[in-house]
């Protein structure tokens, strides 16, 4: 079957997600449309991805007529610093990248993210190509521009918005992404249907099984219908004025539990699950979300072995880590709430009376 496009419609930053059971095969030709064959490229991935990707791309892409020099970082979130986004630059500068050179970032949203913010700040700017190898960058990391990477005083402190010039998700890659990676990945997916589509978190109760086997006409359609959400937000809202922030559902929470358990030890994914079953019970309170609801949503994430419950969190830890994101005003925690299944409101700040007392229910 022929690959999916989603087109992001950004005007002159406009890009195309190809999505497909083998669109990585086409990369080569896709590159020398997009940018005219010949120019130099840096190819950035990390390590576990490289063992299994890398050489097949590289390969792809000097067929097609560039001249490809590869970067393979260490694994793993502490990567998206800056000593390594350093060595970006270093490798950047030895491969001989000029204005029209380009970044390929083929990994998970961790390198995403770094390469990206390398291309957005490389000769104050160069072009780059995502190719996310999680379901999680399939879905979220990839599309929307985001890049940057952490300080060690917090996630994501330093970045820019730098769109891609194209974003290509292969399917098939899925095949070797860890069993809890690709869990930690449906809670984005998850999180699209109860803010955006309620139809599609109806396909995902009724088809868990085809979602586990990683069926492929499933999965297609899960990561298309994500991307189109997200595009159609990001079109909206390209830097996150408003509507951007209702992405951020389950995420008040989420960043606090990451934050006090150490990123590391919960996934962004688990982490946000109990965020939004967090946010969820909150919703039943300020807008009269329905119980059951919240109940579906539970009974899904437990269906992907998702972490639901804040037990044994330390409600002065997290409360603290809420009120120092950087999204919190005043020092005020803001939460997206959801209205109906497929709806949610723009963030509140929500009185700390009441964020106890739902805490303390499921503590
Ligand atoms: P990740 O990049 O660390 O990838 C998860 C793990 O899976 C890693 O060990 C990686 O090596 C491995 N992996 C990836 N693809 C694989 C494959 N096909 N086969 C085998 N192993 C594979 O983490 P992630 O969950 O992809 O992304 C998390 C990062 O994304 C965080 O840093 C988060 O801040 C960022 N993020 C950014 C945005 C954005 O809008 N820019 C949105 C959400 C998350
Ligand atoms: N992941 C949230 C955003 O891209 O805005």
């Known amino acids: 079957m022929s690959d999916s496009i989603v087109h992001v419609d950004l005007g002159e930053r406009a890009y195309d997600i190809v999505i497909g059971g083998g669109a990585l095969a086409d990369i080569g030709s896709r590159c020398a449309e997009l940018f005219g064959s010949g120019k130099r490229i840096l190819m950035v991935s990390d390590a576990n991805v490289a063992e299994y990707y890398v050489s097949g791309t590289e390969a792809l892409l000097i067929g097609a007529g560039f ?49 990206g913010f390398a291309a957005a700040s490389f000769l104050r700017g160069i072009p780059f190509v995502q190719v996310p190898t999680s379901l999680l960058a399939m879905v979220d990391s990839a599309v929307g521009g985001k890049t940057g990477m952490n300080l060690p005083q917090g996630k994501n402190l330093v970045g820019a918005f730098h ?50 086997a990683l069926d492929s006409e499933a999965m297609r359609y899960l990561v298309k219908r994500s991307c189109e959400i997200k595009a159609d937000v990001v079109r909206q809202d390209e830097r996150e004025g408003g509507l951007r922030a209702i992405l951020n559902f389950g995420h008040t929470l989420g960043h606090a539990i990451e934050n006090v358990c150490g990123y590391g030890e919960w996934l962004h994914g688990e982490a946000i699950s109990i965020g939004m079953v967090y946010a ?71 009185s700390v009376e009441l964020l106890k007392r739902v805490y303390d229910d499921g503590a």
């Not at 010039?165 to 699209?192: C, F, W």
């Open 67 to 115: 001249q490809v020099s590869v970067c393979v970082l260490p694994a793993g979130e502490s990567t998206k610093c800056v000593a390594r986004l350093a060595e970006i630059w270093e490798e950047a500068v030895e491969a001989r990248l000029d204005r029209k050179s380009f970044i390929v970032a083929l990994g998970g949203g961790v390198i995403g993210d770094l390469a």
């Open 163 to 212: 769109q891609p010039n194209l974003v290509l998700a292969d399917l098939s890659v899925l095949a070797t992404l860890p069993l809890r990676e690709q869990h930690a990945g449906m809670a984005e997916v998850i999180k699209y249907g109860v803010i955006w589509d309620p139809e599609m978190f109806a396909f995902i109760e009724s088809h868990v099984a085809e979602i586990q």
């Open 280 to 350: 969820a019970k909150v919703s039943e309170v300020v807008n009269g979300f329905s119980s059951a609801e919240t109940d579906r949503l539970i009974a899904l994430f437990k269906a992907f072995e998702l972490p639901v419950s804040w037990k044994g969190l330390c409600w002065e830890d997290l409360y603290k880590a809420m009120t120092a994101d950087k999204k919190a005003e005043n020092a005020l925690p803001k939460f997206v709430l959801a209205e109906e299944m497929g709806k949610v409101g723009l963030p509140l700040e929500v």
